[in-house]
């Protein structure tokens, strides 16, 4: 009888390591900021841990070192973030019940559409010097929020079918 009940925990577990693997696309480049001048390019590009808690750069050595901040916190990026994680969470948690399927894949799919348009609120968090700097740069999605919002619209799908693949279970 216990292993039938354990295969109604298996499609949220696999919900919960798709939340977890979106939530790790934060360590990777999320935003980059490019522009091809004539000469040379310039480019600059933040990782959604930097976009989500903040950034600042020292620059100098020793007593002339001045700390700067690059980026601000930024509550929008880390939801986007923790969403999925959260999503997981709860697929796991609970049984497989309307109100449970609504919540979490509506934290899923929230938290891919945040992953997905990081790029729109990522100069919220930039010090006025930086936004002043990236400007007239063109800002690009790099590949871990793209990984991470396939991998939360993945556990979307699993969450929103949790019944369905544990009946498929034998």
Do not use: R, W
Request: net charge positive.
């Amino acid at each position: 009888m216990a292993k039938k009940n354990l295969k109604y925990y298996i499609p949220g577990a696999i919900a919960l390591v798709f939340g977890i693997a979106a939530f790790c696309m934060m360590f990777l480049e999320a935003v980059k900021y490019t522009a091809d001048l004539l000469i040379t390019e310039t480019s600059y590009s933040y990782t959604g841990m930097q976009i989500a808690f903040g950034y600042k750069e020292t620059m100098g050595s020793g007593a002339l070192s001045v700390q700067t901040t690059i980026l601000n916190f930024n509550f929008l990026a880390l939801l986007a973030f923790l969403l999925p994680v959260i999503g997981g969470v709860l697929a796991l948690v609970f049984k497989n019940g309307l109100i449970t399927k609504i919540v979490t894949t509506a934290c899923f799919v929230a938290g891919a559409v945040l992953i997905f348009s990081i790029v729109g609120y990522a100069g919220m968090g930039m010090s006025d010097a930086q936004k002043a700097l990236v400007e007239n740069l063109t800002p690009t999605l790099c590949a871990g929020p793209i990984v991470g919002g396939i991998l939360s619209a993945l556990g979307a799908f699993v969450c929103l079918f949790k019944g369905t693949i544990a009946k498929a279970i034998k």
